[in-house]
């Protein structure tokens, strides 16, 4: 990280630079947010990232793969959490924009002219009215960060005009810049107004990769052109390592020698998945629960599975929507792998790219067919579970009812609480225990996790598994079970939002043709223990 120290600056734009912005874009509306120019000052120094985040060092990737380049497709949400888990922050846009133009007010990180070769901005590769076709800047895609150390600013922060813009912490709001005026508010505080970007990116000309320059959007929303880097407030005793110049290299796929509590973020799409180490267990019901067991629960029987790992959470609508844009709805099956227009299907069209719908971004993806859900798991490098295999994730070796032991607590996980009043509720106590009628986001609720650490493995919605069903078990042990070579059926498993204690258990099979796309089904992936030739998942 670079220090920037203590001192004052010019926040947004005098009338005089905005009649030298008027050369480059005969715009005047466009400049109109940038005022008042006001006088804002430091007491204290703080740290502000050289470099762009990259996908190395945020440990995934978006569109871009290069373990160098600038992680995009972030939403507000997820660069804010990012920038906690370093110790660190969001800078504010104050911040940022000290950091970019320094004390002398400079309108570029460099100075006050234009120099097309010292940033990714839009060349002679850009659509944009305003592109600069006399310039190449050697990058038709973001470059990866440090490309430009002519472009630094004048505290060594590289990519403040170019490349990616950058969300700051900051809500939009007028100027002059006031911290205490609900600007700074926390996610928590505020989880729905506009947030700000600055600093341009690849596709923009030179008026809109200014300092000065502000823009916002939607905190849900991302796309390849946005991107962060991190702040941290000084501290006296720091030693001023410049953490951010580490960069490392994106582990591609899992690591060898997993034990019980390991994880490993699936570059591909983000995917946190958790280690299942080998062992056996009794998969389906005996003569405890048998009262409550559907005929394709018997004969419970000693299973022993390999190591393997889980998704530590659904698939969520943001993630599928991604591949969805890469790979198009194909069809297979009969129908399309998401059914967009089912009314409960949370991901839209625009164009040629899938968008999951605001608000959704972090639910389960529903709608989506056996088909779909393999295909996508087959293309972050992995596939859909092994019945067996979910069922070991889920009930453990002490064969558990639910993933969390073997009573039923409508607070552990999205169920059906009857929240509608007209309804009659059978259980007593239990309208709106969970106070959700649909769907819920994918890390709701930590305090139901199964022995692994997975979550929602009982309600929210089912898990297509890889096997055909339905029928019986075979009796006597069973290695890595694969179930029967065919049938006209897929298993799922788990339970959904619509499910009570009786169809939550860890045991509990349902089966649906594979084309079969609900609201109650959704998907998780798996990988095996030391997969062979691996990459984290097929391109693009």
């Not at 001192?7 to 630079?17: I, P, R």
């Not at 070769?117 to 659509?127: E, G």
């Not at 939002?497 to 258990?505: E, L, P, Q, S």
């Given at each position: 990280m670079a220090l920037v120290p203590?001192?004052?600056?010019?926040?947004?734009?005098?009338?005089?630079?905005?009649?030298?912005?008027?050369?480059m874009r005969n715009s005047r509306g466009l400049f109109d947010d940038e005022q008042p120019a006001h006088l804002q000052c430091f007491q204290e120094p703080f740290w502000i990232d050289v470099y762009e985040v990259t996908n190395g060092f945020y440990g995934s990737y978006g569109w871009w793969h290069d373990n160098d380049q600038p992680r995009e497709s972030v939403t507000w949400f997820e660069a804010d959490s990012y920038c906690q888990t370093r110790g660190a922050r969001l800078p504010s846009e104050v911040e940022w924009e000290y950091a970019a133009r320094g004390p002398d007010n400079w309108l570029y990180p460099w100075g006050n002219t234009?120099?097309?070769?010292?940033?990714?901005?839009?060349?002679?590769?850009?659509?944009?009215?305003?592109?600069?076709?006399?310039?190449?800047?050697?990058?038709?895609t973001t470059a990866p960060v440090g490309s430009y150390p002519d472009g630094a600013s004048w505290v060594g922060a590289l990519d403040?005009?170019?490349?990616?813009?950058?969300?700051?912490?900051?809500?939009?709001?007028?100027?002059?810049?006031?911290?205490?005026?609900?600007?700074?508010?926390s996610a928590a505080q505020d989880s729905t107004s506009?947030?700000?970007?600055?600093?341009?990116?690849?596709?923009?000309?030179?008026?809109?990769?200014?300092?000065?320059?502000?823009?916002?959007r939607l905190s849900t929303h991302y796309d390849t052109r946005f991107g962060l880097r991190c702040a941290r407030s000084f501290e006296a005793e720091s030693d001023g390592a410049l953490a951010s110049e580490a960069r490392p290299e994106l582990v591609k796929v899992p690591p060898k020698d997993a034990a019980l509590g390991d994880t490993w973020t699936r570059p591909r799409d983000g995917g946190v998945m958790v280690f299942v180490p080998g062992g056996t267990f009794q998969m389906g019901t005996g003569t405890t629960g048998a009262s409550q067991a559907g005929w394709n629960e018997f004969p419970e029987h000693p299973v022993q599975v390999d190591g393997f790992w889980i998704d530590k959470y659904h698939v969520n609508n943001k993630q599928y929507a991604e591949f969805l844009s890469l790979r198009g709805?194909?069809?297979?099956?009969?129908v399309t792998w998401l059914e967009l227009e089912s009314e409960f299907c949370l991901i839209g069209k625009?164009?040629?790219?899938?968008?999951?719908?605001?608000?959704?971004?972090?639910?389960?993806?529903?709608?989506?067919?056996?088909?779909?859900?393999?295909?996508?798991?087959?293309?972050?490098g992995g596939r859909l579970l092994r019945e067996a295999e979910w069922e070991y994730a889920a009930s453990g070796p002490q064969n558990w009812i639910y993933p969390w032991g073997n009573e039923y607590d409508c607070t552990m996980g999205n169920f059906i609480d009857w929240t509608d009043e007209a309804a009659p509720v059978p259980y007593p106590g239990e309208r709106g225990c969970d106070g959700i009628d649909y769907t819920s986001p994918v890390d709701a609720y930590p305090?139901?996790?199964?022995?692994?650490?997975?979550?929602?493995?009982?309600?929210?919605?089912?898990?297509?598994?890889?096997?055909?069903?339905?029928?019986?078990?075979?009796?006597?042990?069973?290695?890595?079970?694969?179930?029967?070579?065919?049938?006209?059926?897929?298993?799922?498993?788990?339970?959904?939002?619509?499910?009570?204690?009786?169809?939550?258990?860890?045991?509990?099979?349902?089966?649906?043709?594979?084309?079969?796309?609900?609201?109650?089904?959704?998907?998780?992936?798996?990988?095996?223990?030391a997969p062979e030739g691996v990459q984290g998942g097929s391109d693009p």
């Open positions: 203590a001192g004052c600056f010019t926040m947004g734009s005098s009338d005089e630079q905005i009649d030298q912005y008027l050369s234009f120099d097309g070769k010292r940033l990714n901005f839009c060349d002679f590769n850009c659509q944009d009215p305003g592109a600069d076709a006399s310039i190449d800047d050697g990058y038709d403040m005009a170019g490349n990616v813009w950058e969300w700051v912490s900051t809500i939009l709001l007028p100027y002059p810049y006031r911290p205490d005026d609900g600007r700074e508010a506009p947030r700000m970007v600055r600093g341009g990116g690849r596709l923009d000309p030179n008026y809109v990769v200014r300092s000065a320059n502000r823009n916002q709805n194909q069809q297979e099956g009969g625009r164009g040629q790219y899938f968008w999951p719908k605001a608000g959704f971004e972090n639910h389960p993806v529903v709608d989506v067919s056996w088909y779909g859900a393999s295909a996508y798991c087959e293309w972050v305090q139901g996790a199964s022995w692994v650490g997975a979550l929602d493995l009982a309600g929210n919605v089912w898990d297509w598994v890889a096997d055909w069903g339905a029928s019986f078990y075979p009796s006597g042990l069973q290695v890595n079970p694969t179930g029967v070579e065919s049938g006209s059926d897929k298993i799922v498993r788990g339970g959904s939002w619509n499910n009570h204690d009786w169809g939550v258990r860890t045991t509990m099979r349902g089966d649906y043709r594979p084309f079969v796309r609900s609201a109650y089904i959704g998907f998780r992936c798996a990988y095996p223990a």
